[in-house]
């Protein structure tokens, strides 16, 4: 295991803690609320980052697969009175399964047609959800929450609680992706797909399993989200803002390292939430598209790449 691995998991589990510590000496449910949002978006950016960061494909999907997360919850609930924990369970699995679909049907295109494909595959799905009226169609649906369990006050605590643990999930998995031959062949892919074809890198298979990965865990993203708003949708499920979102925070982070997402969405998830609370919700628009094409022209590589460019002058200026 090398050095990073070391403290890759006691920072984790003390992440959980502080959340778990967090519910219990916080009485204002603001912050969950706001808290709730910005560890969606890690998930939701980590996940992006899978495909689009490491195989370089760019997916304006995730609107599509975080809006059937929130309606296979929405089906869960309604039809079998389903826990927490099986809606998301069962929305990874169909996450998984859509990436699987969309991964054969796109296998062969590239760059922008890829990027199109995405979109006309939410503009479908959402379309079906429209006309889905045991779900509520366009009209959208109330949603009553459970009861909450011990040790947590409120039901938005223990789903703040429970987004920070697919956010400890994500963060592993991508990890894992990007140390494994996995991130490599991935990588080698992005660079240049016909060289990597050529040298015996599968890359039909690794497009498939990235699509399937990162589906999965956007699936599961959306799944709590359901019970967090009382409310769904089908306009705020597949609103193209989380798209556009994801990939500006994947861009300002970085995409060639499983951080670069996580900073990203921490830092645009903040200003975001903090903007809405002070000035506007419609100025987070604007601040969004100003901060990326600051990052796009100042730094094209985000801050994961800044600082190693920095590092790199650091080190350059001492030798």
């Given at each position: 295991?090398t050095?990073?691995?070391?403290w ?11 959340c778990?510590?967090?519910?219990q000496?916080?009485g ?32 304006f ?10 309606y296979?919850?929405?089906?869960l ?5 389903a ?12 996450g ?7 991964g ?23 379309t ?14 109330q ?85 967090y708003?009382?409310?769904?949708d ?22 060639a390292h ?6 990203g ?26 901060m ?5 022209v ?12 920095l ?9």
């Open positions: 295991m050095r990073n691995g070391i890759f998991w006691p920072g984790a589990a003390l992440f959980l803690a502080a778990l510590l967090m519910t000496l916080v204002n449910q603001y912050p969950f609320f706001a808290a709730y949002v910005i560890l969606q978006f890690m998930v939701l950016a980590v996940a992006w980052s899978i495909l689009g960061g490491y195989a370089g494909y760019v997916n999907g995730t609107s599509a697969f975080f809006g059937i997360g929130v296979t919850a929405v089906f609930v309604k039809e079998f009175g826990p927490l924990p099986v809606q998301i369970a069962v929305a990874a699995a169909i998984a399964l859509m990436g699987f679909a969309l054969l049907l796109t296998l062969r295109m590239q760059g922008i047609f890829f990027s199109i494909a995405t979109i006309a595959l939410t503009i479908v799905i959402e079906t959800i429209t006309n889905w009226r045991y779900v509520g169609g366009a009209a959208g649906i949603l009553q929450r459970p009861p909450v369990i011990e040790p947590f006050h409120s039901y938005v605590q223990l789903l703040f609680f429970v987004q920070a643990l697919l956010v400890v999930l994500a963060i592993a998995i991508s990890r894992f992706i990007h140390n494994s031959w996995i991130g490599r062949g991935l990588q080698a892919l992005r660079d240049d797909e016909l060289a990597a074809e050529c040298t015996g890198v599968p890359t039909l298979r690794l497009k498939l399993v990235a699509c399937v990965i990162s589906g999965a865990l956007m699936c599961a993203a959306g799944a709590p989200a359901a019970m708003l009382q409310y769904a089908p306009a705020s499920a597949f609103n193209l803002n989380y798209s556009v979102s994801v990939l500006a925070m994947s861009l300002i982070g970085g995409t499983w951080a670069g997402p996580v900073i969405a921490i830092l645009l998830g903040t200003t975001q939430q903090l903007l809405t609370v002070t000035i506007s919700s419609e100025v987070n628009v604007l601040i969004l598209g100003v990326l094409v600051v990052f796009v100042g730094a094209p590589e985000g801050i994961i790449g800044l600082v190693r460019r590092r790199g002058w650091r080190g350059g200026g001492t030798t």
